[in-house]
């Protein structure tokens, strides 16, 4: 089979938008409601395993000891929380203060000039995609990727494959001519269980988790060291090669060998 995609989960993929992003905003939500909880970098942790942000909210609310909001109120309250919160991930999108995760442009620029189709298959809103891709590609940002299949365009999100299957049907693709390149159990599932091979880059939240069957795994994309299977050049007798980080020959050799490893914490 030859690679001719690579899909391309959003959040901590592209950038570390949880811990930077989503949760602030969630938290400026809160306060803009005049709620007292904030959630804490250790909370949203353990809140991520719900994908879905309204789901989130959901979930947090059925959960909280001190339950006070009732059950028949929690739908609209979720739903205006999550608007208020997407309005505030964009704002702080136009702050620019979020960078893209290292290697992750280089990577996306050299497929674009090697002929390589593009594509984002995530779980977030297309509203704060469009915001992350206006901030780093501007105005044109999106044109990068041929399709783009977001939260509002699923039944089920992660880890149920639905996005990645709808992503090859947009792109007339095979599960075996793509790669995807994600940072989550739950993302790399996703992909898994729709047969693409995925290359995984935990993101801060996911640092410790087990992830298993997958193309390869490693740090992040900026270097060629600590990758399983072991990128080439990456310990060339103690040096680092040339050109340090994951480029597309890599992922191609990876890609072409076909073989799977998993990472336990
Ligand atoms: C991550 C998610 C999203 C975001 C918040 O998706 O689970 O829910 O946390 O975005 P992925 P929304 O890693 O697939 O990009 O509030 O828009 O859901
Ligand atoms: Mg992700």
């Known amino acids: 089979m030859q690679l001719k995609a690579l899909i391309w989960d959003v959040d901590g993929t592209l950038a570390e938008t949880e811990r930077d992003g989503h949760r602030i905003?969630?938290?400026?939500?809160?306060?803009?409601?005049?709620?007292?909880?904030?959630?804490?970098?250790?909370?949203?942790?353990e809140l991520l395993h719900i994908t879905g942000g309204?789901?989130?909210?959901?979930?947090?609310?059925?959960?909280?000891?001190?339950?006070?909001?009732?059950?028949?109120?929690?739908?609209?309250?979720?739903?205006?929380?999550?608007?208020?919160?997407?309005?505030?991930?964009a704002e702080?999108?136009?702050?620019?203060?979020?960078?893209?995760?290292?290697?992750?442009a280089e990577l996306i620029d050299e497929a674009a000039t090697r002929g390589l189709v593009q594509a984002i298959a995530t779980t977030?809103?297309?509203?704060?995609?469009?915001?992350?891709?206006?901030?780093?590609f501007g105005a044109s940002g999106a044109r990068c990727f041929r399709t783009m299949v977001c939260g509002e365009d699923v039944r089920h999100k992660k880890p149920d494959p639905e996005v990645y299957r709808r992503c090859l049907e947009q792109l007339d693709l095979?599960?075996?001519?793509?790669?995807?390149?994600?940072?989550?159990?739950?993302?790399?599932?996703?992909?898994?269980?729709?047969g693409v091979p995925?290359?995984?880059?935990?993101?801060?939240?996911?640092?410790?988790q087990s992830f298993e069957g997958v193309l390869a795994i490693?740090?992040?994309?900026?270097?060629?060291?600590?990758?399983?299977?072991?990128?080439?050049?990456?310990?060339?007798?103690?040096?680092?090669g040339t050109d340090p980080r994951v480029g597309l020959d890599q992922v191609l050799a990876w890609f072409e060998k076909g073989e799977t490893v998993s990472a336990f914490p």
């Open 218 to 240: 490693g740090p992040g994309l900026e270097t060629r060291r600590g990758w399983r299977p072991p990128a080439a050049g990456g310990v060339v007798g103690g040096a680092v």
């Open 25 to 45: 905003a969630f938290n400026r939500a809160f306060e803009a409601l005049g709620l007292p909880q904030r959630w804490s970098e250790a909370r949203y942790g």
């Open 92 to 104: 702080l999108m136009a702050s620019r203060t979020l960078t893209l995760r290292p290697g992750v």
């Open 124 to 136: 977030t809103s297309r509203a704060n995609v469009e915001a992350l891709l206006r901030l780093h």
């Open 174 to 194: 095979g599960p075996l001519e793509a790669v995807a390149f994600e940072d989550s159990p739950g993302g790399a599932a996703a992909a898994g269980a729709a």
């Open 54 to 89: 309204r789901e989130r909210l959901l979930h947090d609310m059925a959960h909280r000891s001190d339950q006070s909001v009732p059950a028949t109120d929690r739908e609209a309250l979720a739903a205006e929380l999550h608007r208020r919160k997407n309005a505030h991930y």
């Open 198 to 208: 995925v290359v995984v880059t935990p993101s801060h939240y996911f640092a410790h």
